[in-house]
């Protein structure tokens, strides 16, 4: 399942079966809740199987607001981890040094292992 919106300030989502998330473009959002609700919940759902999981980030850029559910993913994956293999890939341009700060963050603030991959 792919969710693609017009508004260039929702980021996309595609969902791999029960296996992967990529999430990718801009969070930008007034009400992050709107967007990020549905996927924690179904990522809950998910991590209830048991099976392993991975989530690919790749945020040009993301606001304030984006970053507490961001941060509410990799902690509702956290579960999951202890009982299966739980990936984590931040995507970040090589000259965006903000977006490499927060891979980052994230690495140090949640018990996940994140991989930090550069690109063009």
């Known amino acids: 399942m792919v969710y693609n919106s017009t508004n260039i300030h929702t980021?996309?989502?595609?969902?791999?079966?029960?296996?992967?998330?990529?999430l990718y473009g801009r969070a930008l959002l007034?009400?992050?809740?709107?967007?990020?609700?549905?996927?924690?919940?179904?990522?809950?759902?998910?991590?209830?199987?048991?099976?392993?999981?991975?989530?690919?980030i790749k945020f040009e850029y993301f606001n304030t607001a984006a970053t507490q559910y961001i941060t509410r993913l990799f902690y509702t994956l956290e579960p999951l981890s202890n009982i299966a293999n739980v990936k984590v890939i931040w995507h970040?341009?090589?000259?965006?040094?903000?977006?490499?700060e927060a891979g980052l963050t994230y690495q140090e603030t949640t018990?996940?292992?994140?991989?930090?991959i550069p690109y063009d």
């Open 92 to 100: 970040y341009i090589e000259c965006d040094e903000d977006m490499h």
């Open 11 to 22: 980021p996309k989502s595609k969902w791999h079966g029960t296996h992967k998330l990529e």
């Open 111 to 116: 018990s996940i292992p994140i991989t930090l």
């Open 30 to 56: 007034e009400d992050s809740s709107e967007y990020f609700d549905p996927l924690i919940a179904k990522l809950k759902r998910i991590s209830e199987m048991g099976n392993d999981f991975e989530l690919s």
